[in-house]
């Protein structure tokens, strides 16, 4: 099974940026769509972007513009670069793959937008 790892969540005012990380256990990470996902409390967990394993992109309509996913089949992780954040983006992020089912969740990472 494909560990995943996210790291990078924090405390941060409104306006202000986070980047996120999701390192996996293993290589064949690479060849898979990967997602970042989050799950505010009392709410179902949303997919707010996606990457393919060549790079394409898209995001939900509440982060376009704001949100940026990237990865590094090298070093087997994803990342969520989030500009411009909103108190509504409070929540725990996870990655996990986009399609195809999914992998056992990792513990996520709380992101906080609070000022």
């Known amino acids: 099974q494909v560990q995943l790892v996210e790291s990078g969540g924090g405390l941060v005012q409104p306006g202000g940026s986070l980047r996120l990380s999701c390192a996996a256990s293993?290589?064949?990470?690479?060849?898979?769509?990967m997602g970042w996902y989050r799950q505010a409390p009392g709410k179902q967990r949303e997919l707010v972007a996606g990457?393919?394993?060549?790079?394409?992109?898209n995001y939900a309509d509440s982060v376009k513009g704001r949100f940026t996913i990237s990865r590094d089949n090298a070093k087997n992780t994803v990342y969520l670069q989030m500009n411009s954040l909103k108190p509504e983006d409070t929540a725990v992020y996870y990655c996990?793959?986009?399609?195809?089912?999914?992998?056992?969740w990792g513990q996520g990472t709380q992101v906080t937008v609070s000022s």
């Open positions: 990457i393919t394993n060549t790079g394409s992109t």
């Open positions: 996990n793959k986009y399609n195809l089912g999914y992998w056992p």
């Open positions: 293993k290589s064949i990470f690479s060849i898979y769509a």
